[in-house]
């Protein structure tokens, strides 16, 4: 018998096959950041993508173990935090963020498998910390204009200043298209449904991680609301920010997520809370990659004791 380290697959596909549909859901997100965005996105995309592949072989050529770039997790590792980060950020900041996600936390954790959170939140929570200014510099592309783009605050970023802000139409035809500021990957929320869609009819994910994620933001964040309870404009909130690419892409994360259906059930709702409480009343206007990252952390509790019932398993009786 084979022992090997998670995520284990059963049927003909393999980690390969699974990371090759992922980075075709991919494809629609950055499709849609290039158009809005122009080049550097898909220059951001590509030195994120590079830089990871290049650590990836580094640590392991160094440390005598098998080079495994060729099973695309450090293409999908590179290309989530691309997604992750402002278009223009310098090239060495998303080379240092690669770096990070792949030797520090996954690697030094055992490699694919064995890492506890993942790993490009993790990289854009280490770039948030250090380099603030580089990372929270946004850019629009009003109409789809490349060579119009000016900076400024994201949409979220102006909710949190003016809660009773009130969306208009365009507002949010703006967030379908992608044609707001924020990271490479995160403003077209079109894309990002094509892609999620894409994973669940090909059941790359299960429907219960996005859908609980989703669902439960949904009723949190009207619950509580922005100017009061049951306020606020909550659809607006949906396609804002990186909550549909954490959805559909982060925390559905094989290696990092809960292994049982409940246990999932647990991981949506528990990342919707902490997202509408870290939006709604934290510092920061966006909440989804710590909130991924802090549910991260209690996958091995969630799966200790969100069990599956076993059937034929007598009870002891005290005597």
């Not at 393999?14 to 550097?40: C, H, W």
């Not at 792949?102 to 490009?120: D, E, H, R, W, Y």
């Amino acid at each position: 018998m084979t022992v090997s380290s998670p995520p284990h697959i059963y049927g003909n596909d393999s980690i390969e096959t699974r990371m090759r549909d992922v980075l075709i859901a991919l494809s629609p997100a950055l499709f849609m950041s290039v158009y809005n965005y122009g080049k550097q996105a898909l220059y951001t995309t590509a030195i994120a993508v590079i830089a990871a592949l290049m650590a990836e072989y580094l640590f392991q050529r160094v440390m005598n173990k098998k080079v495994t770039i060729n099973d695309y997790s450090a293409a999908i590792t590179g290309v989530l935090l691309g997604f992750n980060l402002p278009p223009d950020v310098p090239f060495w900041v998303t080379i240092a963020g690669s770096f990070f996600a792949i030797i520090v936390v996954k690697q030094l954790f055992g490699g694919l498998g064995s890492n506890f959170i993942n790993p490009a939140l993790a990289a854009r929570a280490f770039l948030l910390a250090s380099f603030p200014v580089h990372m929270t510099t946004w850019t629009f592309a009003p109409a789809g204009k490349v060579a119009d783009a000016v900076s400024g605050a994201t949409y979220l970023a102006m909710v949190k200043q003016n809660p009773s802000f009130t969306p208009e139409l365009s507002d949010y035809i703006a967030l379908l298209f992608g044609k707001v500021g924020g990271c490479v990957g995160e403003t077209s929320a079109a894309a990002l449904i094509i892609g999620g869609a894409y994973l669940l009819a090909r059941r790359v994910i299960n429907w219960r991680i996005p859908v609980f994620y989703i669902g439960s933001f949904i009723v949190f964040g009207f619950i509580f609301g922005r100017t009061g309870f049951f306020s606020g404009h909550i659809l607006f909130e949906v396609l804002n920010g990186g909550l549909l690419m954490g959805a559909f892409f982060m925390a559905t994360d094989y290696a990092t997520s809960p292994i049982t259906s409940n246990g999932k059930i647990v991981m949506g709702i528990g990342c919707g809370l902490l997202t509408v409480f870290i939006r709604y009343f934290g510092d920061y206007p966006e909440g989804v990659s710590y909130a991924i990252i802090i549910m991260n952390l209690f996958v091995p509790l969630i799966d200790k004791y969100v069990r599956p019932r076993v059937f034929g398993r007598r009870k002891r009786v005290k005597a």
